[in-house]
């Protein structure tokens, strides 16, 4: 699987996967993500390359998609599939608020802090905004998260969406006909 790119999974692989995304995806999904992975993996290295994600017409077209890639970057597949298994349908709302805080977690040190927020923004907006826009927008961000240290732990970012609120990460799984 992992160095040893093979075309097939075998099904104690397939099982194995299966278990360690804690059931997100199903035996017939991970085989069709599996083929889209080699697919993906044009240097056949066991891993996808950031040019191999800027390939992707929809992903190089995202204004995140540095940040994207810096996420997704030079992962295997087991690692790939741990990473989508946020955005199934079966992963839960902490799993998605978790995905969504370390996306926004630049520098991986367990706070979004507000240069953490003004980078994903900036790279969001782009110069559609000023430096005083943003840090307006920013002050508002961090004070109605009720953060009075500048930045958020996980347990305060997950406050900031209501218990009732529904959001959604889910993509749609494609079919062996649309790789």
């Known amino acids: 699987m992992g160095q040893g790119l093979s075309f097939d999974l075998t099904q104690d692989e397939i ?10 995806f199903s035996q017939t999904d991970i085989q069709i993500l599996y083929k889209r992975f080699l697919k993906l993996d044009k240097d ?9 994600l800027l390939a992707i017409p ?24 741990n990473l989508l298994s946020a955005f199934s349908p079966k992963a839960t709302k902490e799993e998605k608020l978790k995905f969504m805080f370390n996306f926004h977690d630049v520098d991986g040190d ?3 802090s507000r240069l953490d927020l003004e980078h994903v ?16 927008v ?20 997950c406050k900031c969406f ?11 799984t494609l079919s062996d006909d649309d790789i």
Do not use: H
Not at 162 to 172: A, I, N, W
């Open 58 to 81: 929809e992903f190089s077209l995202n204004p995140l998609a540095q940040r994207l890639v810096s996420i997704f970057e030079n992962v295997n597949f087991k690692d790939f599939l």
């Open 138 to 157: 920013l002050t508002r961000v961090l004070e109605e998260s009720g953060s009075k240290q500048e930045r958020l732990d996980f347990a305060t970012f």
């Open 15 to 24: 099982e194995d996967l299966e278990r360690g995304c804690s059931w997100k």
């Open 44 to 52: 056949k290295k066991g891993f996808i390359s950031p040019e191999e």
């Open 162 to 172: 209501t218990e009732g609120e529904d959001f959604s990460l889910d993509v749609e």
């Open 110 to 112: 367990g706070y979004i």
């Open 121 to 136: 923004t900036r790279q969001r907006v782009g110069a559609s905004m000023t430096e005083s826009e943003l840090d307006k």
